[in-house]
């Protein structure tokens, strides 16, 4: 069961986004702030939860192992941090995209991979511990290169505090994941009988935190549907092919080259929604409107890098050439 809801992470995404729009308040309660549990917002505390499920599955000789960098990796990586922010700002010019949403579009592109992105390397036949690695390292220097790179970038249209997103980054994303890596090592029974159901507690967070957002920007959405619709698959398209084609142009293989796809395409788009609701984000805008958009295509993002990957990896699935490498 497990597997069969892990394995149509699409499907169930857009099935979320489609009731939150017609019943937001079903999902809102997730992401308006209403709620919070010692005195954190319920929005912070899933974050939390999803990279504290992350590193429940990790050791500390996956870290150790990440000091020998393969090629593929060091790549893969590289390329994650190179390609989207600089597609999402190229993207952001091109179609002239008003603050709030140039914000928004910049901030998930310089976000790290997402979880997702590991079931969809399995099911393409790709190099699921190269993209488990990826996953793991992007998410550690994204701590860093986030808010340097949405600073670098976003700053042409609004002034990012780059200290304080670099904060927000630590409380979200290191420190649960290290502290989930911590739990492994002291109970590790305990944290292998709860893997399992790991990635369905992400699944479901996700979809929560995207509802809520899709059902609390309803109205901006309808304003700028085409825009947001076009500028979210351009990023995500772009990624995909550029993913693949520049690994292959690095002299990586074939089954490298998918799973850098797919790592480069598929971003933790939660992560960034979370990060542009949080007030002190928020705060850098001079208007509400703006600063309600800059969550926005972060959550069309996640139904878009989920549909793309999860149609490109059936594609690759049932490629039956007896040579997975033609080139090699």
Request: with cysteine; charged share 10%; net charge neutral.
């Amino acid at each position: 069961m497990l597997r069969t809801i892990t394995n149509n992470f699409a499907i169930l995404t857009l099935l979320g986004v489609g009731l939150a729009w017609f019943f937001p308040a079903g999902f809102t309660w997730m992401t308006d702030g209403s709620i919070r549990v010692a005195g954190q917002p319920l929005l912070s505390l899933a974050l939390g939860t999803i990279m504290l499920a992350m590193g429940l599955t990790l050791t500390f000789d996956d870290y150790r192992s990440l000091a020998a960098l393969p090629r593929a990796l060091i790549a893969g990586v590289a390329l994650q941090f190179a390609v989207m922010p600089l597609t999402g700002y190229g993207i952001a010019q091109a179609l002239g995209l008003e603050q709030g949403l140039a914000v928004g579009l910049i901030l998930v592109a310089c976000c790290p991979g997402g979880t997702a992105s590991n079931v969809v390397a399995f099911l393409a036949r790709g190099n699921v511990a190269l993209s488990v690695a990826m996953t793991m390292a992007s998410t550690l220097a994204a701590v860093v290169l986030t808010p340097l790179l949405t600073g670098w970038l976003a700053g042409a249209y609004v002034e990012i505090d780059r200290a304080n997103l670099l904060v927000n980054m630590i409380g979200i994303v290191l420190v649960p994941v290290v502290a989930g890596t911590l739990l492994n090592r002291l109970f590790p029974r305990a944290a292998q009988a709860v893997s399992a159901g790991l990635p369905l507690v992400a699944i479901v967070l996700v979809i929560l935190i995207v509802g809520g957002i899709v059902g609390g920007a309803k109205a901006q959405i309808a304003q700028h549907a085409g825009t947001l619709l076009l500028a979210t698959f351009l990023l995500h398209a772009c990624g995909f092919a550029l993913g693949y084609v520049l690994a292959r142009m690095l002299g990586l293989g074939e089954v490298e080259a998918r799973t850098i796809s797919i790592e480069v395409g598929m971003q933790n788009s939660g992560l960034g929604s979370g990060l542009a609701k949080t007030s002190a984000f928020a705060a850098q805008f001079a208007s509400l409107q703006q600063a309600t958009l800059a969550p926005v295509p972060a959550a069309i993002s996640a139904v878009w890098h989920v549909l793309i990957g999860s149609l490109l990896a059936g594609w690759w699935r049932r490629d039956q050439t007896n040579d997975p490498d033609p080139l090699g």
